[in-house]
């Protein structure tokens, strides 16, 4: 595996794999991988013949008073699982070689998508993701980018914006990975005390609960949100920021729960901002359920 800082040099590598006649993957990541990471390194490797992941905590993304100079960072860990994975090229730029000229004058904002949920919680987050990801599609012009479906309401934004945008990349999102007790995997797991650690798989098993409702043949949002709530009520250190019902690709809400749907959470527990999701596409009686698969 190459591990390569600059994104000239990154160009001139993709530039000598296309004429070699590869399909190009790309897996943007903020380091201190996980099994989650992985996995998409592992899809990427399996649907392309040159697969980049880079590393880049991107400042630009992270509000006031949020965890940029704390977040969890382990450089020589990461390059060790993305060369174990089958990765051909680690991009692991600094913040001036992402930003020269410092503070970016362009931005890159998408409407409605980012405007409540997450977007409402962390204001200039979505931007943030915007604007870097719009970078590494520039810069990679991979024929494929690979996104988990943990984060759903990014993975709706970045499909939104590679459209409008006309990127060549096929957006891809692959299924959660969790702990064996249903934990979602997550970086900010590492900020977790170990009875927050014990409470955290409580996300997952109220989404369970709400996805086996709709199962059962309930249709209206407001039912299943208000089950979820109240199983997560039962774990007292969970600080419950939102439980919703959406459109999982507009993330808009819903009068009727039919298509593909997200019920998503988001959560504190002591430090960390946990967020879970599991997606349902409904066709009249038929309900399948996307849940994630264990590690």
């Known amino acids: 595996m190459e591990r390569i800082a600059k994104v000239a040099v990154l160009r001139r590598r993709i530039d000598v794999a296309r004429r070699e006649g590869a399909r190009v993957g790309l897996v943007p990541t903020m380091g201190y991988l996980h099994a989650g990471h992985v996995a998409l390194v592992r899809r990427a490797c399996a649907e392309c013949d040159f697969v980049v992941a880079s590393v880049f905590v991107n400042p630009f993304q992270f509000g006031e008073g949020e965890d940029l100079d704390s977040y969890p960072r382990d450089l020589e860990g990461d390059a060790a699982k993305l060369e174990t994975a089958g990765c051909h090229a680690l991009f692991c730029p600094d913040a001036e070689e992402m930003y020269p000229e410092g503070r970016p004058l362009t931005h890159v904002h998408v409407d409605v998508i980012g405007d409540d949920l997450c977007g409402a919680a962390r204001p200039v987050h979505f931007d943030g993701v915007a604007l870097v990801v719009t970078k590494l599609l520039a810069i990679c012009e991979p024929d494929a980018a690979y996104f988990g479906r943990k984060d759903g309401q990014q993975l709706a934004l970045v499909r939104r914006m590679a459209t409008d945008l006309s990127f060549r990349a096929e957006i891809v999102g692959c299924p959660t990975v969790r702990e064996a007790d249903g934990l979602a995997l997550s970086s900010r797991n590492a900020y977790l005390a170990p009875a927050d650690r014990e409470a955290a798989p409580a996300i997952f098993g109220a989404l369970r609960v709400g996805a086996q409702l709709v199962t059962a043949g ?57 967020i879970d999701n599991v997606v349902l596409r409904i066709d009249g009686d038929s309900v399948e359920v996307e849940a994630g698969e264990i590690t």
Do not use: C, M
């Open 218 to 274: 309930e249709r209206e949002p407001r039912v299943v949100v208000e089950k979820i709530r109240s199983v997560l009520a039962d774990e007292p250190r969970l600080d419950v920021e939102y439980v919703e019902a959406r459109d999982a690709r507009t993330i808009q809400p819903l009068a009727r729960l039919d298509g593909e749907v997200l019920l998503a959470v988001a959560a504190r527990l002591g430090p960390a901002r946990l």
